[in-house]
């Protein structure tokens, strides 16, 4: 028999996520992921303006930003057949690049680390031998025993206060935690570091667009202006705060995050051999056009499709062709108007939310009926897993030489086969492998952006269509581009210069998604499938798996029920729901 | 208290253990008094407050959001948001940060609203959907809105993070699909200190924070609940492209000459002259920008129902063109007196109160740009 364990709030991920999973003899058997929170954003944009659109969207996830805002612009550009200037393309790469690297080091520390690193170890840890380990992988100067020992103090003091704050109740002491007192002091000494780095690198956002969270942004291009002469636009000093933000971002990536990274992975290597998806697919739109977005041949991120794990072929992918993406709803709580079996192409999709699970409060999902507000896509009719794992393994079954570098350096450096990527340890460090990269092309981009400017070019937006009356009376587009978590798309169709129709399709939808019409699982209920698991009680292990994949759930639940079933009278006991 | 209240540290000890001298200290303090804008006569209150309080308590429940409150929170340099966790308050539950997961973060929540009933501060991120028995955000099986309530009973006060709790957010915006609502609209017994944006200001929040360890009393609010240390002035009023307002230079078109030369964003749809919110004076992320000197409109994210107020790019048609006499207070008394809840009510009250300021001020600018171009 079975025992079902339910885990409700996943914490430390965006959003609003539960996992019940069977266990049996150890290890979990079957597993069933649901989204437990829908906002109704796709209805909410309807007959809006397609030019506002993204600041709506852009609200989906205050975690990953930046990168709705840039799918729906895109959606409407394409759409209207919106060619944007190429410093509006970098400048968007260098917000994309910015970004993915703060969002990786963020998932990595503050919401991933304290399922690997137990920070009551760092009361048993020697400074000393702490200053030693971190001066034999990196040369980052904070490496001092004086360091170490202060970090130490401070957290034995607040330990000592009683007040454990967000460390209360944590996995600490569980059988699954294996570093020694010193790596996990220095991952603690880092994960104060990073907290600060962070709010650092995100100022690149502040500068082109405005703010972060959710900088703002412009159909057509970027709203900041060129002017390297005056102080209201972007001139010589923003420029510069630009570039040294992101050599300042190449520096802890490559000297705090990755050796850690490559630290903490040589104790868990056997992770190399749990959690990898049963089905082995992945999926990548691309992104990081260095010609334009036009031309997918440009991208950094290449596009592609890899099939059962198969690196020899990278097959193409069409967000146009309505028979590649599908979403289906038949475990989920929506109606299609044709019925529940058929899969909609997100030109074609539908919004119409249903909710037949239990009335709150609640112990079970009733799992065989719907049990989730995320639909689920399929390409060709098979789950795709996407994600930095998807864009690392594409990037090396394309034979990109400076993937392959990075990727062989770190499975020699890990002694693991190329097999083991496959997994939740491949997850979490293809998500710092890929943050190498991007500290690389961050550079570039700034200096192509330079190199622009010093030829005399300083467009930054094309407002040829700016206004409505140049429009089509009718058009649709989509807008696709990479966010931190995987593939992100949004279609749009746009009629009598109102949205008529807007559909997002995000990377949780694809990993977070329940079973489709034949019973097939997507990449978390996969993965979850054969996770060890040493105490039932504190299922760490399963939290490794799913956040290996950063969740963002808020992302994935976007619909919307205009004939939302009525459930029953309203109570006031407080006790039940109002 | 409980017996553990015992061992914890005050603000004063931790500080001292990290290696600060007392002089540092009340440097420190000096500096947080300036920073919050008290008096020089107040600073021996500030360091006194600092040396005997407790690390406070704070529960932070997360319902129909983004998390671009708790990121914007972590963005905070004065204070680090490490100093404030670690040092200042107990975060105790946080579903963005917290090691825990599952029943062992639900144990965790319960222990200490039990512990600290009456004192903790909650902290809401996140509108409450009330539609269909509150079945669109459910946690642990419970509704956000039987959650909220739960938690509420114990609070010593409530701050409602961003514009969602505080108002309804973008999942109220018409639609509204799953019926959203702001805390205030389920909560009537307790202070609730409305912090709108979307998001905040990091050091708003951290700000508003401190302001409660430190002083052990709220921030002085305006009419609609706001701090007014952070809420008392519209963007207008602080940014550093008004004179191009005053003298009629604007922007007609992004890219353009005008936008290159940093001209006032009026034309292209900016709701600086309607939002009350720190971004001119303060900036974002530290104060490096804020949207209008990077170039973009301000879409007025911390006023209420400002989804619905859109298109965001189309010049509002009435706009306040007075001077900075102006808070969100004053011109609400002339029509309504001490508002209740509606902002529509306050941004309906500037339009009236300033119409015909407006368009004195609109003639002077037109006439302004007629010279300009001749």
Redesign the interface.
Same mark, same amino acid.
């Given at each position: 028999m079975a025992n079902r364990i339910?885990?409700?709030?996943?914490?430390?991920?965006?959003?609003?996520l539960r996992v019940e999973a069977e266990i049996k003899e150890g290890k979990v058997t079957n597993a069933y992921v649901s989204s437990?929170?829908?906002?109704?954003?796709e209805?909410?944009v309807q007959n809006?303006?397609p030019?506002?659109v993204w600041?709506?969207v852009q609200?989906?996830?205050?975690?990953c930003?930046t990168v709705h805002a840039i799918a729906s612009i895109r959606a409407v550009e394409d759409a209207l057949d919106i060619v944007i200037p190429p410093n509006a393309e970098i400048a968007r790469n260098i917000i994309t690049v910015s970004h993915a690297m703060q969002d990786h080091v963020?998932h990595f520390y503050?919401l991933h680390a304290?399922d690997w690193v137990d920070?009551t170890q760092v009361l048993n840890a020697d400074p000393k031998a702490t200053s030693e380990l971190a001066q034999s992988i990196s040369k980052w100067p904070n490496s001092s025993p004086g360091y170490f020992s202060?970090v130490k103090?401070?957290i034995k003091?607040?330990v000592?206060?009683?007040?454990?704050?967000?460390?209360?109740?944590?996995?600490w002491g569980h059988k699954a935690m294996k570093l020694p007192a010193e790596v996990n002091l220095m991952a603690v000494a880092h994960y104060?570091e990073a907290?600060?780095w962070?709010?650092e690198i995100?100022?690149i956002q502040?500068?082109?667009? $405005?703010?972060? @969270?959710?900088p703002?942004f412009?159909v057509?291009?970027?709203?900041?202006?060129?002017?390297i002469d005056?102080?209201?636009?972007?001139n010589t000093e923003r420029l510069a705060?630009v570039g040294q933000l992101l050599k300042d971002a190449h520096k802890f990536i490559n000297e705090v995050y990755v050796p850690d990274l490559l630290a903490i992975a040589s104790f868990y290597k056997d992770w190399g051999a749990i959690g990898g998806s049963k089905f082995n697919n992945y999926l990548s739109y691309g992104d990081l056009p260095t010609d334009n977005y036009r031309n997918p041949a440009s991208f950094k991120w290449p596009q592609g499709v890899i099939l059962n794990g198969d690196l020899s072929k990278v097959h193409p992918v069409d967000l146009e062709n309505t028979s590649e993406i599908k979403e289906f709803v038949n475990k989920s709580w929506y109606n299609y108007k044709d019925g529940n079996d058929v899969g909609l192409h997100p030109w074609e999709g539908e919004t119409d939310?249903n909710?037949t $699970?239990?009335? @709150?409060?609640?112990?079970h999902l009733d799992v065989d009926k719907e049990y989730s507000?995320v639909k689920t896509p399929r390409w060709k009719g098979k789950p795709m897993e996407v994600g930095p794992l998807s864009r690392m393994l594409i990037g090396y079954a394309s034979g990109i030489p400076e993937y392959k570098n990075v990727v062989d350096g770190a499975l020699n450096a890990l002694d693991i086969p190329v097999s083991a990527l496959l997994s939740t340890l491949g997850r979490t460090a293809a998500r710092g492998l890929e943050s190498k990269l991007l500290a690389d092309w961050g550079l570039e981009f700034f200096d192509q952006l330079i190199g622009n400017i010093k030829n005399g070019d300083?467009?930054?937006?094309n407002?040829e269509k700016?206004d409505p009356t140049t429009w089509p009376k009718e058009a649709k587009g989509v807008g696709y581009m990479e966010a931190p978590r995987g593939g992100l798309a949004h279609w749009i169709k746009i009629k009598d210069r109102k949205t008529e129709n807007y559909q997002m399709v995000v990377p949780t939808t694809w990993n977070a998604s329940p079973r489709d019409p034949e019973g097939q699982m997507s990449a978390y209920e996969s993965a979850l499938i054969g996770t060890p698991i040493e105490d039932p009680e504190?299922?760490v292990e399963i939290?490794r798996t799913i956040h290996s994949f950063d969740p963002c759930l808020?992302c994935a639940v976007h619909l919307?029920?205009?004939h939302?079933?009525?459930?029953?009278q309203?109570q006031l006991d407080?006790?039940?729901?109002? | 208290m409980s017996n553990?209240s015992k061992?914890?540290?005050t603000y004063y000890e931790?500080i001292i253990?990290?290696?600060y001298s007392r002089r540092d200290f009340i440097k420190f303090t000096t500096y947080m008094t300036a920073f919050m804008g008290f008096e020089a006569s107040m600073i021996g209150q500030v360091t006194k407050a600092m040396e005997t309080k407790k690390?406070i308590?704070v529960i932070w429940v997360?319902?129909?959001?983004?998390?671009?409150?708790?990121?914007?929170f972590?963005?905070?340099?004065h204070p680090?948001?490490?100093d404030l966790?670690?040092d200042n308050?107990?975060?105790?539950y946080?579903?963005?940060?917290?090691?825990?997961?599952?029943?062992?973060?639900e144990?965790?929540k319960q222990?200490?609203m039990k512990e600290n009933y009456g004192s903790y501060i909650l902290v809401v991120e996140g509108a409450i959907?009330?539609?269909?028995?509150?079945?669109?955000?459910?946690?642990?099986?419970?509704?956000a809105?039987?959650i909220l309530?739960?938690t509420a009973a114990g609070a010593a006060a409530i701050l409602t993070f961003g514009s969602c709790s505080s108002w309804g957010?973008?999942?109220a915006?018409?639609?509204?699909?799953?019926g959203?609502v702001p805390v205030d609209a389920?909560i009537k017994d307790k202070p609730i200190i409305r912090v709108p944006g979307?998001?905040p200001?990091?050091e708003v929040m951290t700000g508003v924070v401190m302001h409660y360890a430190t002083f052990g009393r709220l921030p002085e609010l305006d009419s609609l609940g706001r701090p007014k240390q952070f809420y008392g002035k519209r963007v207008h009023d602080t940014c550093y492209?008004r004179p191009n307002f005053d003298a009629g230079l604007f922007a007609e078109?992004?890219?353009?000459q005008e936008?290159?030369?940093?001209?006032c964003l009026y034309k292209l749809g900016c709701r600086g002259p309607v939002s009350y919110n720190a971004?001119g004076s303060m900036g974002?992320?530290?104060g490096?920008?804020?949207?209008?000197?990077?170039?973009?409109p301000c879409?007025g994210?911390s006023e209420p129902d400002f989804?619905d107020n859109?298109?965001?790019?189309?010049r509002l048609v009435n706009v306040p063109g007075m001077g900075i006499e102006a808070t969100a207070d004053t011109i609400g008394k002339v029509a309504v007196g001490a508002a209740v809840g509606a902002a529509v009510v306050h941004s309906l009250a500037t339009n009236i109160a300033k119409k015909k300021e407006l368009r004195e001020a609109e003639e002077c600018g037109e006439e302004n740009e007629k010279n300009i171009k001749a």
């Open positions: 339910v885990i409700d709030p996943i914490t430390r991920i965006e959003g609003h437990t929170m829908v906002r109704g954003m209805k909410i809006r303006d030019r506002d600041a709506f609200r989906t996830c205050g975690v930003t963020v503050h304290l920070i202060d103090t401070r003091k607040f000592d206060s009683g007040q454990l704050g967000i460390f209360a109740k944590g996995y104060l907290l600060e962070q709010k995100v100022k502040t500068i082109l667009g $405005g703010k972060n @969270p959710h703002h412009l057509g291009g970027m709203a900041s202006a060129i002017n005056e102080a209201g636009g972007l705060y939310i909710y $699970g239990p009335k @709150p409060p609640y112990n507000f300083t467009r930054m937006a407002m700016w504190n299922p939290l808020a919307y029920d205009e939302g079933k009525h459930v029953s309203v407080g006790s039940c729901s109002i | 553990s061992k914890m540290k931790s253990e990290k290696g690390r308590p997360h319902f129909q959001e983004c998390t671009g409150c708790s990121e914007s972590i963005r905070s340099d680090l948001v490490a966790i670690l308050i107990s975060l105790d946080t579903e963005t940060l917290m090691a825990a997961s599952g029943h062992k973060a144990e965790a222990e200490s959907p009330i539609k269909d028995d509150g079945v669109y955000c459910t946690i642990g099986g419970r509704s809105v039987d309530k739960e957010g973008v999942q915006a018409h639609p509204n699909p799953t959203s389920i979307c998001p200001i990091a492209r078109s992004f890219d353009s936008a290159k030369e940093g001209y971004c974002w992320n530290n490096v920008s804020f949207p209008i000197k990077s170039g973009y879409i994210c989804w859109s298109p965001f790019t189309e």
